[in-house]
Each structure stands twice: as C-alpha cells, then as structure tokens.
C-alpha cells in the first residue's frame, strides 16, 4: 500500500509541475520553414497559389494515399475549400481554405481541423525572389493553444517544422527536375 501511495505522490507532483510550467508557455504558437528553389518567382507562385497542388508535395497529402478528398470552389482563389478525411489517426479529418492571395507574392490560408483534434490554425506560403531565377518560399503555420495543452508548443516547432521542410524539400525538387 505504501508503494502504491508513493507512485500516485510522485505522479501527483509531476502533473502539478506541468501544469503549472503550462502557466508559463505561451499560448500563441508559430512554426516557419523555408527554402530556396532555382526557379523563377512567378513560376513558383503560380504553382503555390493551387491549394489542390500541394496534394503533390505536402508531407501530409502523401501519408495517406487512400484518404478522402474533396474540393468545393475555385482553386487558386479566395474562399476555395480542400477538405480531407483519413481513417490514419496522423492525418485525420479537416479542412483548408484560401483566405487572401496577395497576386506574386503570398497565399494565406486558414486549416480547420477536426480530427484528431479540433483547431483552427493560421498559414501562409510566400515566395520572394532572390534573383530572376531563384525564389525563397517561406510556409508558416500559427494559431492558439490553450491552457494546459500549450505545453505542446514546447515541441511543436520541432513536430510540425519537420513536415513543413519535408514538404518544401519536395516541392523544390519537383521545379528543379524540370
């Protein structure tokens, strides 16, 4: 009995100490990764601006091929809506939608997700250009934890930064191929 009331101490204080660590993390979260590509910005951008390309890319479109997708609107404008479903629990169920084109140069998205957790998260692809036939893509993904899951943010930039450089690494070897 005595053991067992230990472990449950032991166990007691930890838990206490995460949540009040939690206290201090914040609950705002930003993770960004970029890469340069040895091709022209405009073809970069015009490439990017297709939420339907990414299935070409993105290291999450590629962990299920089997998952459910479904578009509704015009691609590569505001308000065009890529929805996803996947019995994988790593991809799980959402969707992503073009909130603002800012025409050569960003996408803004907004990614809702609702499986394997709700959220709502911000994101963004930009290209600048660094000469005539080099481009720098920066992709960034943001948005809000709350108390006491924005402990998470501790090791979410290694998490979902990962994904993030995978995705890029494809992307820029898909235009430098050709």
Known sequence: MKIIKKILLVFAAILAFLLIAALFVSKQYKVERSITINKPKTEIFNYIKYLKNQNDYSKWAKMDTGMRKVFM???????FISAWSS???DVGKGEQEIKKITDGQQVDYEIRFEKP???IANSFMRTDSIDTEKTVVRWQISGHMPYPTNLVGLFLDKMIGGDLQTGLENLKKLHEAN
């Open 73 to 79: 609107g015009t691609d590569a404008t505001p308000g």
């Open 117 to 119: 957790m709700k959220d």
């Open 87 to 89: 019995s994988n629990k």
